[in-house]
């Protein structure tokens, strides 16, 4: 396996990186939950069982591309043929459904890995809006659309004075996220519990309208707002599960699927990304801008509206002109 396989194989399944001289930098780390910790070593590279050897500098846990990516969710015989394993007797990678969570995995390189139980996240240190109304994070909530409806949805950390976003299935906490007021870090405003597979699920805002696909649970509450189902990704970068979810929501449903990414680079090619996986798998969409703000949350709070973008007047085989890519030389 090559740089260019590993890479293109991250971004297709939404799992966040970025690429130094000598490393892969992965932003999730499954055992210790702070971002950009785990480096894959570009010269580690190893034909056959493992791929790419690194560490987390945080915590010394050691990680192959293949223990990373099972503990990620995906799929035990995608990543045997993403390493060009063919047999896969004696070659055992965990296992795990991909509408569930797996716990921390300790392995040693090259060892099989061990299965590991689904943990249920508990809720049980967080509140309701409603059983704190005037605290900051309560009203802040209320402020960007919440309402009694979604009570088990958009909850609130009183301690750590955050708003938060609970992902179910089936009545099951599969994880969640957390919106802080304060960030220590302006930059790093949401915070995911460690284990909480974002690419591998989706929060809900089931509505009449159609599919709307939004990267945060805030915009995915004023899709809903607007009347329609409101679909949260977790972010522009899309997983080919995420995909598949959708679609298959949209042909049951026998709806279409509006695209309401940010307006930034990200989501512009977020949005081009995923209306031609959904067009693959047979599912129309198109565009959705806000009327005013950078995404749907900004226009509902300003009592705006939002834009339907004709698919014939959105042609994603052009992409946008991006001016970062200009000054940086880039594409």
């Known amino acids: 396996m090559q740089v260019e396989e590993f890479v293109d194989f991250l971004s297709a399944n939404g799992l966040e990186f970025h690429t130094t001289d000598r490393s892969i930098v992965l932003r999730e780390s499954p055992c210790c939950g702070d971002p950009d910790k785990i480096y894959m070593f570009k010269d580690s590279n190893k034909a056959g069982r493992d791929g790419f050897y690194g560490k987390c500098m945080k915590c010394d846990t050691e990680w192959s591309s293949r223990t990373y990516l099972a503990e990620m969710g995906i799929d035990s015989s995608v990543i045997a043929a993403l390493h060009g394993i063919e047999n896969l007797e004696g070659f055992s990678l965990t296992t795990l459904p991909t509408l569930e969570i797996g716990g921390k995995t300790e392995v040693d390189r090259g060892e099989e890995i061990p299965e590991a139980p689904a943990p249920e996240f508990s809720v049980d240190g967080f509140f309701q809006v409603s059983d704190f109304p005037d605290h900051e994070a309560a009203r802040y909530a209320v402020s960007r659309g919440w309402t009694s409806a979604w009570e088990d949805t958009l909850m609130i950390d009183i301690m750590a004075n955050a708003v938060v976003f609970v992902c179910r299935e ?162």
């Open 170 to 331: 089936d009545g099951k906490v599969v994880g969640y996220q957390k919106r802080f007021l304060h960030p220590s870090d302006p930059k790093k405003k949401t915070k995911s519990v460690s284990g909480f597979r974002k690419t591998q699920h989706l929060i809900l805002f089931p509505g009449n309208g159609d599919l709307t696909v939004c990267e945060g649970p805030f915009n995915g509450l004023s899709a809903w707002h607007y009347g329609r189902s409101g679909v949260v990704t977790f972010g522009s970068a899309v997983s080919e599960r995420q995909v598949e979810l959708i679609a298959a929501m949209a042909k049951r449903d026998g709806k279409s699927v509006g695209i309401a990414f940010d307006l930034d680079a990200a989501g512009r090619k977020g949005y081009r990304r995923l209306r031609l996986s959904l067009y693959w798998r047979g599912v129309n969409s198109y565009r959705i801008k806000p009327e005013f703000g950078n995404d749907l949350n900004d226009s509902w709070k300003a009592g705006k509206g939002l834009v339907v973008i004709p698919p014939e007047l959105d042609d994603v085989t052009v992409p946008d002109l991006d001016m970062e890519d200009l000054v940086y030389g880039r594409g």
